[in-house]
């Protein structure tokens, strides 16, 4: 089935350091990403549309500046965490979908556990 | 605006009895309704759909959902629970005026099979 890494699964990083996580689709083009962050024993918020080519979709309240989205190629989306706080600790999922396929299933990365000291 | 609940927080079965976790939705249309469930600190894990067609829908490991329009509900099922069946549990919904490119999800619901 088609697969989605996500890397590095999990980082600790000094406050005001920028972090980059990379989301793959590993035998399928993704024309469209999603990028999600999970509190603690919470849903998924969705934070932003990626699509390739064009520039990111964030959602109400998402700081763009922030939270940079690159969707360079159709196998891979980059979030970057600028100038990380502690509050920007968190678990951060990417999904990717099939092209036209809205009738298919979101395949998820593992995700990323962000720790900011 | 669309919606999914899932209305409660913990499911708790033991070992072997059938076990629901509930979800209901509200959107316009024809929805798209999925499940998915959560190990800890791991991504989501695709269970089952409904898109169309027949109301019982089987997934993986066992599980099946039941989609009833009148009552805009999509119940997840698995007639006999396992322990390692405990976990978080998804129910998410595509479709009217979101449109069908975004996920909707429910807040989740943590499942505990007990020996």
């Known amino acids: 089935g088609a697969v989605v890494s996500q890397h590095p699964s999990w980082v600790i990083c000094k406050s005001g350091t920028s972090v980059k996580i990379e989301c793959r689709s590993l035998?399928?083009?993704?024309?469209?990403m999603f990028w999600y962050r999970q509190f603690p024993k919470q849903s998924l918020m969705l934070m932003a549309t990626?699509?390739?080519?064009?520039?990111?979709?964030?959602e109400q309240g998402v700081e763009k500046d922030k939270f940079l989205i690159n969707h360079a190629s159709l196998t891979l989306s980059t979030l970057t965490v600028t100038s990380a706080h502690p509050e920007d600790s968190s678990f951060y999922i990417c999904?990717?979908?099939?092209?036209?396929?809205?009738?298919?299933?979101?395949?998820f990365g593992d995700g990323t556990r962000l720790s900011i000291l | 605006a669309q919606s999914v609940a899932q209305p409660e927080d913990q499911v708790n079965v033991a070992e072997g009895n059938p076990l629901t976790v509930k979800c209901t939705y509200s959107v316009s249309g024809n929805p798209y309704l999925f499940w998915y469930v959560q190990y800890p600190n791991r991504g989501l894990q695709f269970l089952l759909k409904?898109?169309?067609?027949?109301?019982l829908v089987k997934g993986s490991y066992g599980f099946e959902a039941e989609f009833n329009k009148s009552q805009t509900s999509f119940h997840l099922k698995k007639p006999s629970a396992l322990v390692s069946d405990s976990a978080l549990y998804f129910c998410a919904v595509r479709g009217g005026s979101g449109g069908y490119n975004k996920l909707i999800f429910g807040a989740g619901t943590r499942l505990a099979v007990h020996p």
């Open positions: 035998d399928f083009q993704a024309t469209t």
């Open positions: 409904y898109i169309t067609g027949d109301n």
């Open positions: 999904s990717a979908s099939e092209p036209r396929a809205p009738n298919q299933p979101q395949h």
């Open positions: 990626s699509n390739e080519g064009s520039k990111a979709t964030y």
